[in-house]
């Protein structure tokens, strides 16, 4: 239990700077509006010929995808003022500590983002959610976490170098391909009305397939990239 | 070059570091360290820069791993989590938050460190380092001095036995020096251990009881503080560096 | 001896190649169901050579970590390059076979675009390296890449193979349009064996590199330090 005590301590200590600066929480929710200001020039929805529900999945999470990356760099990178991250990593907590919690906060940053750019692309882009509300919100959260795992880890791994805010997007969003994919598909059905059935079941196992794997994988060889 | 170990039995050892060996790729910053800090001592780590003296000190407070050797602490491995219960680091920066207050920074590091009752100790040591008044106000706005103080009273928060201290009096202020005397001395009384890297010689060498000078990668003199040191600061590096 | 080995396998390389080429050439029938198809016997063993590479480098990653020699991490960093180059064969010559057949350059076929994916996740790997100076950190923070990025490998492959068969595209495949033909496999397997010969050869040339220049890095520490 003091693994959790401990990382809910870490995330309590983010998320409360954050929320004092609002720096991550204004600029992704800012660029993700931008983002879908700048679809609508591309994929023009007042077009009536073509329907919003083919696209619009892809373009929700697109658009999450590259508003979170904002945030999820400086997850790590606020730790090497004044050297919190020493004092952090010799701390009693473990680096796994420091990863959940770290990524637990991420995760709350992102889900507030995601919602309320949700809430604002469904009005530009006219998409109903109320049908399908439970599940749009068990995808969100399914693959928010995805991105968070993935993003907080290669956040730690690029902490120290030089071409830091460069290298977190080429390294992440390869890697988020497989559950970026089954969000887009599983959006795609939700927005569309469809709901999770039996034909598009096994992407919401992929994900939790995903989530599992990677947050133990991450977990357990944190400290290979923490501790020098 | 000779290297006099002080004789300690190693349940009376605070620290006790086995060939030791760094290696940065095929660059080794650290060779054969091997040495052994009795419980209660105080030693100051001397050494030019690039000597070893940060390596060293860093894979004592477990942020880093020997690429070969142990390194005990009261017979426990350095990296186990209840043996860093009871070690304080104090490095370059000050390790605080400045988005926090001054009572949520201490009590973060509290909580990690599994500190009994941890509000009234953050208070208390906000209270003997003379910012109790400042206890709410965000880092951010203290001056330099306010948050060299309350670094210290971060890395005595916990009540460590052993104290890892890496070029202290470098970056404090008189008042912030002042706090760090009384709290190392407070340490020495209770039998705590301490190991300061320091270029200050004269400071360190009034405080320490023990000296270890490291010289490229390797101990050059491991001994007592003797006279000759205080009386004249170059004497060591004379002595038993190679200049 | 490192000499003789490489002598021994590039000439088994280039002799299995070569063969097979003959094989290829003048042995099977010009023409199959899909235009172009000698052009497979090639594209399929890369994809073959890449993936033994990622998951080599993989064990690699895992030996490093277990013994802390560099040695495991130079070869694993020669093993990742030479697997993206056999990634990039695989890639390029499924676009002209697909320019054959379909017509088109691209066609977002699962296998190609998997691939597309994995090259992009080892591409990252070779990026990280480059932005690492210092070696021991380097190996580190790549052994970790390479264990979630092999991992992640399996996810990519399995998902968009998934993705397409719900949303087909047109597929780069012999086997779609009707079976090969007794022996006409065979080519595929020994040039996937001359390619792990002539990866080998790579893979011990790009090591002695990286020897090299891990030397260099301690040669100039030890100029500027004490």
Redesign the interface.
């Known amino acids: 239990m003091?693994f959790l005590?401990?990382s809910l301590?870490?995330a309590a200590?983010d998320l409360?700077?954050e929320i004092?600066?609002k720096e991550a929480l204004n600029a992704s929710l800012a660029f993700a509006v931008v983002i879908f200001l700048l679809f609508s020039f591309a994929f023009d929805p007042a077009n009536l010929n073509i329907d919003v529900n083919d696209y619009a999945g892809g373009l929700l999470w697109l658009a999450f995808a590259f508003a979170g990356a904002l945030a999820l760099n400086r997850s790590f990178a606020r730790e090497l003022?004044?050297?919190?991250l020493?004092?952090?990593?010799?701390?009693?907590?473990?680096p796994g500590v420091l990863f959940l919690g770290k990524a637990l906060a991420n995760f709350a940053l992102l889900l507030a983002v995601e919602i309320v750019s949700l809430a604002v692309f469904s009005v530009l882009y006219d998409v109903r959610l109320r049908a399908q509300l439970g599940w749009i919100v068990l995808v969100m959260f399914l693959t928010t976490w995805a991105i968070t795992v993935i993003g907080t880890a290669f956040s730690a791994l690029t902490v120290n170098l030089r071409m830091r805010e460069l290298m977190l997007p080429i390294l992440t969003y390869p890697f988020l391909i497989p559950a970026l994919l089954a969000a887009i598909l599983l959006t795609a059905d939700l927005f569309a009305g469809k709901p999770i059935s039996a034909g598009n079941a096994i992407w919401l196992r992929v994900l939790v397939a995903f989530d599992v794997i990677f947050s133990l994988l991450s977990v357990v060889f944190i400290d290979i990239v923490l501790?020098? | 070059m000779e290297s006099p170990l002080w004789s300690a039995t190693p349940s009376r050892c605070a620290l006790d570091v086995e060939g030791v060996w760094k290696?940065?790729?095929?660059?080794p910053?650290l060779r054969e360290i091997n040495l052994q800090v009795a419980t209660g001592s105080t030693v100051a780590l001397l050494g030019?820069n690039?000597?070893g003296k940060t390596t060293l000190l860093?894979i004592l407070?477990?942020?880093?791993?020997p690429?070969q050797g142990k390194v005990s602490v009261k017979g426990a491995d350095a990296?186990q989590?209840?043996t860093?219960?009871r070690?304080g680091?104090l490095?370059?920066?000050?390790?605080?938050?400045?988005?926090?207050s001054a009572i949520?920074n201490l009590l973060?590091?509290a909580?990690?460190?599994?500190v009994p009752q941890p509000v009234k100790r953050s208070d208390e040591m906000l209270e003997r380092t003379g910012l109790d008044r400042v206890r709410d106000g965000?880092v951010r706005e203290f001056s330099r001095g306010m948050r060299q103080r309350l670094a210290v009273a971060?890395v005595f928060l916990h009540d460590p036995d052993l104290l890892l201290l890496d070029e202290p009096f470098t970056a404090l202020d008189d008042r912030a020096i002042a706090v760090l005397h009384s709290m190392l001395a407070e340490t020495h009384r209770r039998g705590g251990t301490v190991v300061m890297s320091t270029h200050q010689l004269r400071e360190a060498l009034e405080l320490a009881t023990h000296v270890v000078l490291i010289?490229?990668?390797q101990i050059a003199f491991a001994g007592e503080r003797r006279q000759e040191m205080l009386d004249d600061v170059g004497w060591l590096y004379r002595t038993y560096g190679d200049n | 001896m490192r000499e003789k080995i490489m002598y021994l396998l590039a000439a088994a390389g280039i002799g299995l190649v070569t063969w097979t080429l003959y094989k290829v050439w003048f042995v099977l029938p010009k023409e199959a169901n899909v235009a172009a198809y000698q052009i497979l016997y090639f594209h399929v063993p890369a994809a073959f050579t890449a993936f033994t590479g990622f998951f080599t480098a993989l064990a690699l990653s895992g030996f490093y970590l277990g013994t802390?020699n560099?040695r495991y991490d130079a070869l694993a960093a020669g093993v990742v390059e030479v697997a993206l180059a056999f990634a990039s064969i695989n890639l390029i010559t499924g676009m002209i076979w697909a320019r054959y057949a379909w017509g088109i350059w691209w066609t977002w076929d699962a296998r190609l675009t998997s691939m597309l994916t994995c090259w992009l996740i080892y591409a990252g790997y070779l990026i990280l390296r480059r932005a690492i100076d210092?070696?021991?950190q380097r190996a580190r923070l790549s052994a970790f890449l390479a264990i979630l990025g092999c991992v992640d490998v399996a996810f990519v492959y399995k998902s968009i193979e998934w993705f397409r068969t719900q949303h087909p595209s047109p597929v780069l495949s012999i086997r779609s349009g009707g079976g090969m033909g007794p022996g006409m496999e065979a080519p595929i397997y020994w040039n996937w064996l001359a390619m792990l010969c002539l990866g080998t050869v790579l893979v011990i040339i790009r090591m002695r590199q990286e020897e090299i220049s891990?030397?260099i890095?301690?040669l100039r520490?030890?100029a500027?330090?004490?």
């Open positions: 003091t005590r401990q301590a870490i200590k409360r700077s004092r600066t003022q004044n050297d919190c020493d004092a952090l990593v010799a701390s009693p907590a473990a501790v020098g | 290696y940065y790729g095929d660059f910053a030019r690039g000597a860093r407070a477990g942020l880093s791993k690429t990296r989590e209840s860093r219960r070690i680091v490095g370059h920066g000050i390790a605080l938050y400045d988005e926090l949520e973060l590091f909580r990690l460190y599994g965000l971060r010289q490229r990668g | 802390g560099l210092e070696p021991t891990r030397a890095d301690s520490r030890l500027h330090a004490y």
